[in-house]
């Protein structure tokens, strides 16, 4: 049926009209594409298509193994193994943080209770030779008797979900014959050399980078040496605060050993969030388009040969966009940025770990979770079945909508952010110049009806046709 101008610019007024409620205000419009092009829709290309690369979806532990008033809770039991399972991470960081300046395991003890081990197994004597205060560090975690031994949990815990360990080496009070034992009982695929040791507490063991190549140059060479093939990462100073200190701590690391250098994504780095979540929207596009880019291209030249490993990234919980539905969509953001960067560059950003997943069931009953971001990080999660490949995805006159495209064994699976408060119908979809016509369409959302939202649902639906909700991440399987 041939539709003229007019009868496209009756519909839509028809359209406005019938969605505008008895307070003024406007309902949700299904969108149609821009009525000057002919080609609006989705074209995917297959010919040059790259494997995906999996560990850029990874989670850090840190303190997952009690819950408020650090009452032990048992992680290798349901609910909370099916709740983790769900998020199919590629792999878990252990301890993470400044913990792992104090943690220690116990070498040849690999029981969960009753063991010698209890919690991270801080050292008294570690916090004295530092000028620390044990019972202060760290909350008090040290004090208190758990009857678990973490490490061991951990590792137990990797076993259950049959996943590897990333590990975060204790480059202060640590031996390196505790970190091989690390390594052996997680099956780590990385070690992570300390976490900030460029900062002021803890100049006493790395006054300055020299210090710190000199004691982690000699350990890296002896895990690599044990452990061929394992990935080794040195702890960078932020390449995108240009104080004296952090200059010249890189500048001194620039030659050190190691396969990667550490990079933390925080959004409280890239830009100061507003009340006003519409305002947050262009600020976030911006980070992802220009910032980060610029971030890397810093990195490359400050560690030429070593890949980037975001050893933490995440929405602090005191920014206004916490739990969010824009903070949802910043997370969607985050994996299509990392999925399409490393498509077109050799897989630069080898690791990417979400900080902290506590933060997402704390244990206490819901209260101060960050449930809205589960929902996103286990949608976005569905990608990383399997082994699928990343294909050419060009989206054409549907503006606010972005997104990646994978697929294996002739089974798609798009990762859609719909960033406009109206609903949009997706008119073409094409892979290798041939369009999609018959097929079923299974679409994950997570949804709101504002970016400022905390009211954030999830759900699952069968369709005839692929249509995103206002302010949404989808993943459509096909």
Partial sequence: MIRTTQALVLLLLIAIGCNTTGNGKNASLIVAPDSSSTDAGITINTANAVALYKQVHSGVTIDIFFAKGMVPRNILADPYFSWLKALNLNSLQYSGGSTSDHDHAIIGDTLINGGKGDGYNLRREDAEARGESFDE?????GTVKFGVDFFNQY???????????DLIANVQGGTLEELYWKIERSNAQRVIFGLEQNISSNARDYPDGNAYKKKISQWIEAVEKKYPGIITTVDA????????????WNKQLKDIPGDEARLYIWDKDLFTAKENAADNLPVINQAFSQTIPQWLQTFKSNFPGKNVAVCQWGIKAKTSIHNTMIGCLYIGKFYEFVINYNSNNSNFISYAAFMPLKSLNRGDGGKGDAANFYKTLKACGLLFEGHKKVNEMVITGLTGVSGVACSENGIHSLLLMNETGNEISIPSLKIDGKSVTGKSFTIHSVAASS???FDVSEGSVQTTSVILKPYSVNVVVF
Avoid: H
Avoid at 137 to 141: E, N, P, T
Avoid at 155 to 165: D, E, I, M, N, S
């Fill in 137 to 141: 560090i760290l909350d008090g975690v």
């Fill in 237 to 248: 100073a932020p390449v995108y605060k240009q104080t004296s200190k952090f200059s010249e």
């Fill in 451 to 453: 970016l400022g939202s």
């Fill in 155 to 165: 590792t137990a815990l990797l076993k259950k979900l049959k996943v590897r360990g």
